[in-house]
């Protein structure tokens, strides 16, 4: 079981929007809607965003959104904030024998 | 406030064992079910393995590269979580996480990592 494709980085002005893509395949991805998204600040662990594809734990904010077609997840941030600079990790259950597969992760730069 | 702190990390040569503790408070342990997240240094997040409550059983369940070598268990008595490793391989260098399931409203999902604790590391080296 390979881990779940994400660019390595992406980039945006404060204000701007920025989409993160999250490939699988109908192992994971493609077949569940068990699919979550973690932030990851440099030194510290990781934090819960979104679960169930689209849905947002109490407390983070709204600009954060999930979506999913197909094998592939992406997760936007809308009005980008200096300090959504970060690692962002997707992940998603699998019926492979792993259970639960993450992806290879993005870094999102503030400029 | 929930908290979750592991210990247990070193160095330890490859072949060696290693036990780590996690030990919670401020929420029912018991009724949690809990996870092992790893990271090795400057890669990607590698899900390890969980255990259920024994109210749901109490069984475990392990990725591949660590099933047979890693064994999870539970101290219900003591709020803490275990991860024996033995076998150690070179690639299971990492800081280990421990980490919850996330409920809201009343509902936990077993799919999503709530609450993690700070890491510790493990080199596996000779």
């Known amino acids: 079981q390979s881990a779940l494709t994400q660019p390595p980085s992406v980039s945006g002005s404060p204000g701007q929007s920025v989409t993160i893509s999250c490939t699988g395949t109908s192992s994971d991805v493609g077949s569940y809607k068990r699919v979550s998204w973690y932030q990851q600040p440099p030194g510290t662990a990781p934090k819960l965003i979104i679960y169930e594809v689209s849905n947002r734990p109490s407390g983070v904010p709204d600009r954060f959104s999930g979506s999913k077609s197909g094998n592939t997840a992406s997760l936007t941030i809308s009005g980008l904030q200096a300090e959504d600079e970060a690692d962002y990790y997707c992940s998603s259950y699998t019926s492979s024998s792993i259970l639960y597969v993450f992806g290879t992760g993005t870094k999102v730069t503030v400029l | 406030e929930v908290q979750l702190v592991e210990s247990g990390g070193g160095l330890v040569k490859p072949g060696g064992s290693l036990r780590l503790s996690c030990a919670a408070s401020?929420?029912?342990?018991?009724?949690?079910?809990m996870s092992w997240v790893r990271q090795a240094p400057g890669k990607g997040l590698e899900w390890v393995g969980r255990i259920k409550s024994k109210i749901d059983g109490g069984t475990t369940d392990y990725a591949a590269p660590v099933k047979g070598r890693f064994t999870i268990s539970r101290d219900d008595s003591k709020n803490t979580l275990y991860l024996q490793m033995n076998s150690l391989k070179t690639e299971d260098t990492a800081v280990y996480y421990c980490?919850?399931?996330?409920?809201?409203?009343?509902?936990?999902?077993?799919?999503?990592?709530?609450?993690w604790g700070q890491g510790t590391l493990v080199t596996v080296s000779s």
């Open positions: 980490t919850t399931t996330f409920c809201t409203n009343g509902v936990c999902y077993s799919d999503y990592f709530d609450y």
């Open positions: 401020e929420f029912t342990f018991t009724n949690a079910w």
